[in-house]
């Protein structure tokens, strides 16, 4: 079992910068991919990036170049650091787990934190 806790979250301006993390319980957390979803008012989650237990990492598109996801295993804690924040990234962010390689599918991550609010204004 793994528990996820995000922080991070907040208001900014557009073009500035937040960083997300993600604690996890457990003492297996290296063997995890772990991701970054999204959900903004009115729409479906959506992949945002990964980053395996290797060390690969995967970005939608709309975040490529702006966002950078990492991991600290001595810490047990995923970051994603997101610049260039634009108003299209207000969203809900949820971090999940799951084992094995990264992947963008939702319904293959097996753990979920609560969500932090992310709101850029323009």
């Known amino acids: 079992q793994v528990q996820l806790v995000e922080s991070g979250g907040g208001l900014v301006q557009a073009g500035g910068s937040l960083r997300l993390s993600c604690a996890a319980s457990g003492r297996t957390f290296s063997s995890y991919t772990m991701g970054w979803f999204r959900q903004a008012p009115g729409k479906e989650r959506e992949f945002v990036a990964y980053?395996?237990?290797?060390?690969?990492?995967a970005y939608a598109d709309s975040v490529k170049g702006r966002f950078t996801i990492s991991r600290d295993n001595a810490k047990n804690t995923a970051y994603m650091q997101m610049n260039s924040l634009k108003p299209e990234d207000t969203a809900v962010y949820y971090c999940?787990?799951?084992?094995?390689?990264?992947?963008?599918?939702?319904?293959?991550?097996?753990?979920w934190g609560q969500g932090t609010q992310v709101t850029v204004s323009s």
């Open positions: 980053i395996s237990w290797s060390g690969r990492t």
């Open positions: 999940a787990a799951k084992l094995g390689s990264g992947m963008i599918t939702i319904t293959t991550y097996n753990y």
